[in-house]
């Protein structure tokens, strides 16, 4: 390391706790250390289930420092956004998209959960921050907006938003987002309506999810310049992670499992997440009861893409862990041609149509919890899926030809998981 390099630093926080310190240096490393104070707090909030002092390795976790070249370390790198959000973000700030610490910095006062960064001032720094690697100076951190200078060609994107008598506005200036908003997508049709009618379809058999609403395009102020479809209308998801402008620290499962987000399909399987949500939540087995009824339902929805970072874990007393509600279901299939498997394995399975209760009988032995405690919850979710749906289908905005094709999966299920409709009855 050049004795004279320079190095901004970051400050992160969580619930008033000073958890540590994220330096950037100019050459492109990127440190996360963390306090001494948090490491010997026994109750301190929890900033990643690895910090958890009931984890095995928590210890070895906190007193490591984590560094990364360009990139942050995974619990970080998670909490950016993907894709052409982040092309958008870099745009605007006129740096790389791989320059995690730039990104990061400008997002620090609204990043997903609870965690906040904020700029250090020079001689704010402890020294010992800069001296792990020779003699390094530290200096002002650049405070730099995008605006609204940016244009990108409009896939679907999302933006955290706050609502205020119908209308929606980027939440900018330290403001809390209260609403994630996603527009439409030029590169699939009616994604908004498809999730919509997803997510109530999963209501309507028993999975825990957030407020949503499609809100119309003209209700929502401050985008940038992207180029969208001609489709009238956004899904709006309410944020689980703030209340009454409080937050609410949450994390991801590559977060959890300590993977980049372009591991999130291969990075764990069901029975991964199954067992922790056992082993580490506040609610064990009701969390994994909730799981494995979500994880039939995206069968059943023809949604492959529930991988790692579709499922969260939620902190609301700041250190126990819960399953999250319910986010990012999709029938995917609709837009992939041929498509016929989920993100990850289930008991060495990733397909739809030879899933059957067997299968979930493996994984809820590998997750440790009992069968007779589970097997209920799937009969519930196939009684309230093939008694609701065929009705609340019509009426709910999917695309035609989308519902259709949807009628059509539910044929090609294993018989465990069939759904019929008047439509196929009168076929037979």
Do not use: C
Request: glycine letters at 6%.
């Amino acid at each position: 390391m050049n004795d004279q390099e320079s190095a901004q630093v970051l400050k992160l926080s969580l619930h008033d706790v000073l958890v540590g310190y994220l330096v950037g240096y100019q050459g492109g490393r990127n440190e996360l250390i963390f306090a001494d104070d948090f490491r010997n707090d026994p109750q301190r909030p929890t900033f990643s289930l690895t910090t958890h002092p009931h984890f095995a390795n928590a210890d070895k976790v906190l007193s490591k420092t984590h560094a990364r070249n360009q990139r942050l370390y995974p619990t970080l790198s998670n909490l950016l956004p993907e894709g052409a959000l982040r092309e958008l973000l870099a745009q605007g700030l006129k740096t790389h998209t791989d320059n995690e610490f730039r990104i990061f910095s400008y997002l620090g006062l609204d990043l997903p959960g609870a965690v906040i960064a904020t700029a250090m001032a020079p001689d704010e720094v402890p020294e010992h921050i800069l001296s792990n690697h020779g003699k390094a100076n530290a200096i002002k951190m650049e405070t730099q907006s995008p605006g609204n200078r940016f244009s990108l060609a409009g896939v679907q994107m999302k933006f955290s938003m706050k609502e205020k008598d119908g209308r929606y506005q980027l939440a900018q200036n330290g403001e809390l987002g209260d609403w994630i908003i996603k527009t439409p997508s030029t590169r699939h049709k009616d994604v908004p309506l498809n999730e919509y009618t997803a997510m109530k379809l999963a209501a309507l058999a028993g999975v825990d999810i957030p407020e949503i609403q499609l809100v119309d395009m003209g209700s929502i102020d401050t985008l940038p310049q992207i180029n969208l479809p001609n489709e009238q209308q956004a899904f709006a998801i309410k944020r689980f992670d703030r209340e009454r402008q409080a937050r609410i620290h949450m994390e991801d499962f590559a977060q959890v499992l300590v993977k980049y987000p372009h591991q999130k399909y291969e990075g764990g399987n069901y029975e991964n997440i199954g067992k922790i949500l056992y082993d580490y939540t506040g609610d064990g087995l009701a969390n994994v009861q909730q799981f494995a009824r979500r994880l039939l339902i995206n069968i059943l929805l023809a949604n492959g893409d529930a991988h790692l970072k579709n499922w969260s874990l939620l902190y609301p007393d700041q250190i126990t862990p819960e399953l999250s509600p319910a986010y990012d279901i999709v029938t995917t299939s609709v837009y992939i041609e041929g498509e016929k498997e989920f993100a990850l394995n289930l008991v060495k399975n990733k397909e739809w149509a030879r899933v059957n209760l067997n299968h979930f009988e493996r994984f809820a032995k590998k997750s440790g919890a009992p069968w007779r405690a589970i097997k209920p919850h799937l009969n519930d979710t196939m009684n309230k899926a093939r008694e609701l749906w065929p009705i609340a289908l019509k009426d709910l905005p999917m695309n035609t030809s989308h519902k259709k094709q949807l009628i059509n999966h539910w044929s090609s299920l294993h018989a465990d998981f069939q759904i019929e409709t008047n439509a196929h009855k009168k076929s037979r």
